[in-house]
Antibody, heavy 127, light 111 residues
Framework: QLQLQESGPGLVKPSETLSLTCSVS??????????WGWIRQPPGKGLEWIGN???????YYNPSLKSRLTISVDTSNNQFSVRLSSVTAADTAVYYC???????????????????WGLGTLVTVSS | QSVLTQPPSVSGAPGQRVTISCTGS?????????VHWYQHLPGTVPKLLIS???NRPSGVPDRFSGSKSGTSASLAITGLQAEDDGDYYC???????????FGGGTKLTVL
């Protein structure tokens, strides 16, 4: 059974870098059937896609975050990570990691959806 | 402002039917990208409710159904139950943004 677990500091100071890791069990981040992604939800607001990564290291970023964002995958340790630099209070949110899947054999990038989600972790940006 | 537009709230009495709309454009839903729906109940993790416009994952009751037409999609919930109370999000892919997009979310209140 797939399990996704986010980990990282729950408090980050403004202007510093937010860093989270998603540990995967029950599947491999090297599995070419899936993409792996990050989504966040600020308090009282909706879901926002952050970015996705494929086992090859190919990344896809939300344009609004791209200049501050790095997502990486570590297939040997079966995890993937997100780093968001120069954070402000607006980056305070629950951060979820997720596994993306697509139905059917020949999938285009846009066919993938968020099939499984981690429990989420609250990151607060405050001095 | 979200690329996909959903009503902020809908409500219905137990047993009734409600629909939640998701309106996009020619760069996402209208470009023939699929729409997926997620249910986010209080104190839980978002859960895939409908995939690829109308497919229910295993374990999702058939009270939930999805459809898509043109640049819009809809989620219908029949036989409303108290445990359906929560937030619902549509999601698709946008070629202008080159990325995945969510609707702003709809708060369903079961009266």
């Amino acid at each position: 059974q797939l399990q996704l677990q986010e980990s990282g500091p729950g408090l980050v100071k403004p202007s510093e870098t937010l860093s989270l890791t998603c540990s995967v069990s029950g599947d491999s981040t090297g599995n070419r059937r899936y993409y792996w992604g990050w989504i966040r939800q600020p308090p009282g607001k909706g879901l926002e896609w952050i970015g996705n990564i494929y086992y090859t290291g190919s990344t896809y970023y939300n344009p609004s975050l791209k200049s501050r964002l790095t997502i990486s995958v570590d297939t040997s340790n079966n995890q993937f990570s997100v780093r968001l630099s120069s954070v402000t209070a607006a980056d305070t949110a629950v951060y979820y990691c997720a596994r993306l899947f697509c139905t059917g054999g020949n999938c285009y990038l846009g066919d993938y959806y968020f099939e499984d989600w981690g429990l989420g972790t609250l990151v607060t940006v405050s001095s | 402002q979200s690329v996909l537009t959903q009503p902020p709230s809908v409500s219905g009495a137990p047993g009734q039917r409600v629909t939640i709309s998701c309106t996009g454009s020619s760069s996402n839903i209208g470009a023939d990208y699929a729409v997926h729906w997620y249910q986010h109940l209080p104190g839980t993790v978002p859960k895939l409710l409908i995939s690829v416009n109308s497919n229910r994952p295993s374990g999702v009751p058939d009270r939930f159904s999805g459809s898509k037409s043109g640049t819009s999609a809809s989620l219908a919930i029949t036989g409303l139950q108290a445990e359906d109370d929560g937030d619902y999000y549509c999601q698709s892919y946008d070629t202008s943004l080159n990325g995945w997009v969510f609707g702003g979310g709809t708060k369903l209140t079961v009266l």
